[in-house]
T-cell receptor
């Protein structure tokens, strides 16, 4: 079974600084997707960034980037120039790809990020 | 373009009552997912549909839970009878097809007294 582990229940960062959130996963699949979702106090789940396992290049979305280490099954999220609006719960998620299979997401337990002014 | 719309936003009811949660998919999406979020268990997939057909309901906790898609753009999640341990935030998500990212609604916070 696939599992996703986020070992940091809470993190804090000073505004304008950089922070890295950790995520590891376990799978026997070779082709899969990894995601970071953000859940602010409003509860809405927002897709932050996505990484396809077959791509060696790390995904980047503006201030958000990932460090994808496939052999180590590690998928960390780096937030640069942190802003107050980045404060939220961040979930790492995994979805495997199989013909005819839906993109079920397996979620980590989340990391609560606080941004200090 | 409107996102996934869930209603109600909050629901408080007494145990034993029937609860119905509603979800409107993003126009054109054909895959629908129901999730439950609790402090103890995090986010759990309950059931998902593709083209109105339930594909996997193995995450549904008990027979008290049922989900339907009466049409391509709408889904309901029903709990009957409800119990205090059903208290959670329930999310609905939709996607273009089985292989596209899921877009989440704002969730329904359910409290069973």
């Amino acid at each position: 079974a696939q599992t996703v582990t986020q070992s940091q229940p809470e993190m804090s960062v000073q505004e304008a600084e950089t922070v890295t959130l950790s995520c590891t996963y376990d799978t026997s699949e070779s082709d899969y997707y990894l995601f970071w979702y953000k859940q602010p106090p409003s509860r809405q789940m927002i897709l932050v960034i996505r990484q396809e396992a077959y791509k060696q290049q790390n995904a980047t979305e503006n201030r958000f980037s990932v460090n994808f280490q496939k052999a180590a099954k590690s998928f960390s999220l780096k937030i640069s120039d942190s802003q107050l609006g980045d404060a939220a719960m961040y979930f790492c998620a995994y979805s495997f790809i199989s013909s005819g299979s839906a993109r079920q997401l397996t979620f980590g337990s989340g990391t609560q990020l606080t941004v200090l002014p | 373009d409107a996102g996934v719309i869930q209603s109600p936003r909050h629901e408080v009811t007494e145990m034993g009552q029937e609860v119905t949660l509603r979800c409107k998919l993003i126009s054109g999406h054909n895959s629908l997912f129901w999730y439950r979020q609790t402090m103890m268990r995090g986010l759990e997939l309950l059931i998902y549909f593709n083209n109105n057909v339930p594909i996997d309901d193995s995450g549904m906790p008990e027979d008290r839970f049922s989900a339907k898609m009466p049409n391509a753009s709408f889904s309901t999640l029903k709990i009957q009878p409800s119990e205090p341990r059903d208290s959670a935030v329930y999310f609905c998500a939709s996607s273009w097809d089985l292989y596209q990212p899921q877009h989440f609604g704002d969730g329904t916070r359910l409290s069973i007294l």
